[in-house]
Antibody, heavy 117, light 107 residues
Framework: EVQLVESGGGLVQPGGSLRLSCAASGFTFSTYSMNWVRQAPGKGLEWVSS????????HYAVSVKGRFTISRDNAQNSLYLQMNSLRDEDTAVYYC??????????WGQGTLVTVSS | DIQLTQSPSFLSASVGDRVTITCRAS??????LAWYQQKPGKAPKLLIY???TLQSGVPSRFSGSGSGTEFTLTISSLQPEDFATYYC?????????FGQGTKLEIK
């Protein structure tokens, strides 16, 4: 059974940092591109970042470029999102999602990041 | 960036109704469009990918069509569990973008 489990969310002050993790199981993690998608409270979905299976291709949304870094450890079946210089507008539930067939077919349950003083 | 505009943003319908949600892209995206269903407090669930291919396990009352810049999601006969918010997503280019969502409510 495919499982994606996010962790690392919490309350952080503006300007602070947080590292999210996504633990994958039930599939060959090293062969899939992975993604982070976020959802601010009461709002729609916003794509944040994508990373290819070998980490050779990475993309970021303009809103996070230069502040967030996506990475993965295929040996540990894990995806990460290092978030620096956090702003109020980064407050959201962050989901990791697997990419296949030009879609995101499995999603984690999400982890809430709250940026507030 | 490719903008996706869903219409309507809100839809009120009854069990058994046939409903259609439209997703318009600001430029052509070939067939690289997916549809997701999201219920409150839950992660999105993939319904359809590549415009019209039904994800495994998704009921056949869901269907998708379109090409280029205009796409539709149709639910042929609404069931109680279908009341949720629906999003389209383009995967033709980066940044990946989502529509703003369509909230389907019970009439």
């Amino acid at each position: 059974e495919v499982q994606l489990v996010e962790s690392g969310g919490g309350l952080v002050q503006p300007g602070g940092s947080l590292r999210l993790s996504c633990a994958a199981s039930g599939f060959t993690f090293s062969t899939y591109s992975m993604n982070w998608v976020r959802q601010a409270p009461g709002k729609g979905l916003e794509w944040v970042s994508s990373i290819s299976s070998t980490s050779s291709i990475i993309h970021y949304a303009v809103s996070v470029k230069g502040r967030f870094t996506i990475s993965r450890d295929n040996a540990q079946n894990s995806l990460y999102l290092q978030m620096n210089s956090l702003r109020d507008e980064d407050t959201a539930v962050y989901y990791c999602a697997r990419a296949v067939n030009w879609s995101y077919d499995f999603w984690g349950q999400g982890t809430l990041v709250t940026v507030s003083s | 960036d490719i903008q996706l505009t869903q219409s309507p943003s809100f839809l009120s319908a009854s069990v058994g109704d046939r409903v259609t949600i439209t997703c318009r892209a600001s430029q052509g995206i070939s067939s690289y469009l997916a549809w997701y269903q999201q219920k409150p407090g839950k992660a999105p669930k993939l319904l359809i990918y590549a415009t019209s291919t039904l994800q495994s396990g998704v009921p056949s009352r869901f269907s998708g069509s379109g090409s280029g810049t205009e796409f539709t999601l149709t639910i042929s006969s609404l069931q109680p569990e279908d009341f949720a918010t629906y999003y389209c997503q383009q995967l033709n280019s980066y940044p990946r973008t989502f529509g703003q969502g369509t909230k389907l409510e019970i009439k």
